[in-house]
Antibody, heavy 118, light 107 residues
Framework: EVQLVESGGGLVQPGRSLKLSCAASGFTFSNYYMAWVRQAPKKGLEWVATISTSGSRTYYPDSVKGRFTISRDNAKSSLYLQMNSLKSEDTATYYC???????????WGQGVMVTVSS | DIQMTQSPASLSASLEEIVTITCQASQDIGNYLSWYQQKPGKSPQLLIH???SLADGVPSRFSGSRSGTQYSLKINRLQVEDTGIYYCLQHYSAPYTFGAGTKLELK
């Protein structure tokens, strides 16, 4: 059974940093592109980042480019999101997600809440 | 960036009714379109991938279709458990973009 379990969320002040982690199990992690998707309270879904199987390629929307960094440790079956210079508009539930065949997202974690507020 | 215009924003339908939700892409995305259902307080669940392929374990009353750059999700014979918010996602090119969502309720 595919499982994606996020951790590391919480309350953080504007301008500070936070690092999210995602522990993957139930599949060969190193074979899959992985992603982070977020959802602000009562809002829709927003793609945040994608990383290739080896970690050599990463992709971001302009809203987080230069502030967020996605990374992975295939030996630990873990995905990470380093978030710097956080803004109030980054407040959201962050989902760890798996890309099937480097394409559509087929599995999602349960999500972790990040609140950026002073 | 590719824009995904999803409609309607909300929908109220009766049990057993046929429901259709659409997403219009701002440019050609081929079949790189998937559909998701999200229930309150839960993470999204994959329904359809590659525009028309039913995901594993998804009831056959769900189907996807494509006409040019317009994509549709159809639910035949709406059931109580089908209420929720539905999203489309284009994964043709980054930045990947979701539709704004359609909230489906029972009448």
């Amino acid at each position: 059974e595919v499982q994606l379990v996020e951790s590391g969320g919480g309350l953080v002040q504007p301008g500070r940093s936070l690092k999210l982690s995602c522990a993957a199990s139930g599949f060969t992690f190193s074979n899959y592109y992985m992603a982070w998707v977020r959802q602000a309270p009562k809002k829709g879904l927003e793609w945040v980042a994608t990383i290739s199987t080896s970690g050599s390629r990463t992709y971001y929307p302009d809203s987080v480019k230069g502030r967020f960094t996605i990374s992975r440790d295939n030996a630990k079956s873990s995905l990470y999101l380093q978030m710097n210079s956080l803004k109030s508009e980054d407040t959201a539930t962050y989902y760890c997600a798996r890309h099937d065949r480097g394409s559509w997202i087929d599995y999602w974690g349960q999500g972790v809440m990040v609140t950026v507020s002073s | 960036d590719i824009q995904m215009t999803q409609s309607p924003a909300s929908l109220s339908a009766s049990l057993e009714e046929i429901v259709t939700i659409t997403c219009q892409a701002s440019q050609d995305i081929g079949n790189y379109l998937s559909w998701y259902q999200q229930k309150p307080g839960k993470s999204p669940q994959l329904l359809i991938h590659s525009a028309t392929s039913l995901a594993d374990g998804v009831p056959s009353r769900f189907s996807g279709s494509r006409s040019g750059t317009q994509y549709s999700l159809k639910i035949n014979r709406l059931q109580v458990e089908d209420t929720g918010i539905y999203y489309c996602l284009q994964h043709y090119s980054a930045p990947y973009t979701f539709g704004a969502g359609t909230k489906l309720e029972l009448k």
